[in-house]
């Protein structure tokens, strides 16, 4: 009986440490997921062309076509994403300031299509 008691915890702390793995995952796949969001919304006060986001886009999906192994296929496409939108023209011709100054002064979550 205490055998099984001491398997049986076992079995819990690994299933404990696999949710917090899990837990800390997640929360790097939405800070990333916040971070491409926030560069989008920059985007979009430039007025960046349709043409322009749909070429990142493709080069992105592009880029992740085939998933490395051992990594998330999910935070590995953010990942370029995020580099591919950084490395945008137009955001490096403008000053940081002019944009978050725009960016404050409404939600920049929410991106109308």
Do not use: W
């Not at 999910?74 to 955001?91: I, K, P, W």
């Not at 725009?102 to 979550?109: F, I």
């Amino acid at each position: 009986e205490l055998q099984h008691k001491v398997e049986e915890t076992e079995l819990l702390k690994m299933e404990l440490q696999m949710l917090e793995t899990e837990r800390v995952r997640l929360s790097l796949v939405e800070e990333k997921l916040m971070d491409v969001l926030q560069l989008l919304q920059q985007l979009r006060d430039l007025n960046i062309s349709k043409r322009a986001l749909g070429k990142i886009l493709l080069s992105t999906l592009e880029s992740c076509h085939d998933p490395q192994p051992g990594k998330a296929h999910l935070f590995e496409v953010l990942d370029t994403l995020y580099h591919e939108l950084t490395a945008c023209e137009l955001l490096q011709s403008q000053p940081l300031e002019k944009v978050q100054s725009r960016q404050s002064l409404s939600n920049p979550l929410v991106i109308s299509c």
